[in-house]
């Protein structure tokens, strides 16, 4: 179902989609989606600066926004464009993974509470569960009630928050909407330039479907007659796109079996950048303007380490880097600050982190917090947790016991981390070895992807690798691209033999 016109094509045949970046990878993603031949718009005043470089004004066929928790960017709009510009996303890197949103803004379902809690409603979209807010919804939202929802603010795959939903059908963009059930124009705006946007919706060329009714939000008060045709072109294509899907639909959301998605006019795609990938794109970034190393490494880690950063890059440039590096950096080169990080920002010793577990799937738990015990200046952290609950260690087999004690060390960029199990007495229970992506030690948290593979040695010192055959599953779904499967493997065989 197309969102938009297709995107134009370069001489070399690739695909041109105009793309509006936002967020801490503007800089870095604005220089690789010029380099990848695509059309960057709406540029910011700091990025125009930087570039040096025209910018178009056309509304943009693809979004790309750094998530609110910063790891990583979400891309939603025209499916075609969507595609292309994941690839050219994601390509910054081997550890830079990128999973196709099943809930991207704009799909509409027929679905059912399953919960409320406070303040909304939480309801099954089959691989995703959305979140209505009781104030998007009319009248009293119980369990087991059943609507037609759209969603609004899609979350990605390893975020704890859930897809905001509205009731509502409603498509466009930055700005123009268009409203289902809705008639006549409105604006964002007062006075006479409200009339004026008003009188603009006769004027332009597509004609909205009956039903429907015209928004102009408040950018378009300074926009030009081409960018609103072009913004109302688009939403007019959507709104003509989920009429034909909705009039195959049953009228009432309560009929037949749910949940049931009935329409999905926009693509939405997330990519987790992982250390790596954040050092390549300082590289990129340096390419424009003076960058410090670890520039993306450290804005990740906290919101407030944008403002120092920027400072610190305004008086000493590219601080950290030689001035005949162009490489992508790696904590081995000692290049990355972390004994200064660690100590504005945290962690330091006696805080408690969580020990952020991603998937290659996308999905992402913690595995607890745990206690900073030692905090080396070199990048390596020692961390303890008290364990509760019975059972068996994964891997290991040996039995878990409350009061058992997991000491974890990890390092800063490596790809593996050891966890020591010990029961209240000090008796080993064996070592479970972890390989991941390069690991980073937020303020909060630990985090990283759990790559499958791991090593594990017994209490009695005998060594074995396990689930090797979930990774090659893993790739096989292309969940872990070729080359980071194989820098996996080679870092198991490599624990396998040294321990």
Not at 176 to 184: F, I, K
Not at 286 to 291: D, G, I, L, Q
Not at 336 to 355: H, K, L, S, Y
Request: net charge negative; with cysteine; charged share 30%.
């Amino acid at each position: 179902m197309r969102a938009s016109p297709p995107s134009d094509r370069n001489r070399e045949g690739s695909t041109v989609t105009s793309v509006r970046v936002r967020g801490i990878y503007a800089t870095a993603l604005t220089g690789l989606a010029r380099s990848a031949g695509h059309s960057v718009v709406w540029a910011s005043d700091p990025i125009r600066r930087r570039f040096d470089a025209d910018f178009g004004e056309e509304p943009p066929a693809v979004d790309v926004s750094t998530t609110e928790d910063r790891l990583g960017v979400g891309i939603d709009g025209d499916p075609e464009g969507v595609v292309e510009v994941t690839e050219t996303v994601a390509g910054v890197g081997r550890d830079a993974l990128a999973w196709t949103d099943p809930a991207p803004r704009g799909a509409v379902f027929d679905a059912e509470v399953t919960d409320t809690v406070g303040g909304g409603a939480l309801l099954d979209l089959g691989e995703r569960e959305g979140y209505l807010p009781f104030d998007a919804a009319e009248g009293y939202v119980d369990t087991g009630d059943r609507f037609r929802v759209q969603v609004d603010d899609p979350e990605p795959p390893w975020s704890d928050a859930r897809p905001e939903l509205r009731t509502g059908v409603r498509t466009g963009g930055h700005l123009v909407s268009l409203d289902r059930g809705q008639s006549g124009p409105s604006a964002d705006a007062g006075g006479e330039r409200a009339t004026e946007l008003a009188r603009t919706a006769d004027l332009l060329d597509p004609d909205v479907p009956d039903g429907w009714g015209t928004h102009f939000r408040r950018p378009a008060t300074d926009a030009g007659m081409d960018a609103l045709g072009t913004a109302l072109e688009r939403a007019v294509a959507v709104a003509d796109a989920l009429d034909a899907a909705l009039a195959e639909a049953p009228e009432d959301p309560a009929a037949g079996d749910l949940p049931r998605e009935l329409a999905t006019p926009l693509a939405g795609r997330w990519v987790r950048f992982g250390r790596e990938s954040r050092f390549a794109l300082d590289g990129r970034r340096r390419a424009v303007v003076p960058t410090m190393a670890g520039h993306h490494r450290i804005k990740a880690g906290h919101r407030a380490a944008s403002t120092a950063v920027d400072f610190v890059e305004g008086v000493c440039g590219s601080a950290g880097v030689e001035e005949d590096d162009d490489s992508a950096g790696d904590a081995a080169d000692g290049s990355f600050p972390f004994e200064a990080t660690v100590r504005q920002f945290g962690p330091a010793e006696g805080d408690r982190v969580r020990i952020a577990h991603g998937k290659p799937d996308g999905r992402a738990f913690d595995l607890g917090r745990a206690e900073v015990t030692d905090l080396d200046p070199g990048g390596e952290v020692t961390l303890r947790r008290t364990m509760s609950g019975s059972g068996t260690y994964d891997g290991l087999g040996t039995r878990r016991e409350p009061g058992d004690v997991a000491v974890t060390r990890v390092t800063e960029g490596r790809w593996w981390y050891p966890t020591v199990y010990r029961g209240e007495d000090g008796e080993s229970k064996g070592t479970y070895v972890n390989v991941c992506t390069p690991v980073e030690v937020f303020p909060d948290a630990v985090s990283y992807v759990d790559l499958h593979v791991d090593v594990v040695r017994q209490p009695d010192g005998s060594v074995e690798r396990v689930d090797d055959d979930e990774l090659d599953a893993a790739e096989e779904a292309g969940d872990v691209p070729p080359d980071l499967a194989e820098k996996a493997r080679e870092v198991a065989s490599r624990l396998e033999e040294g321990l």
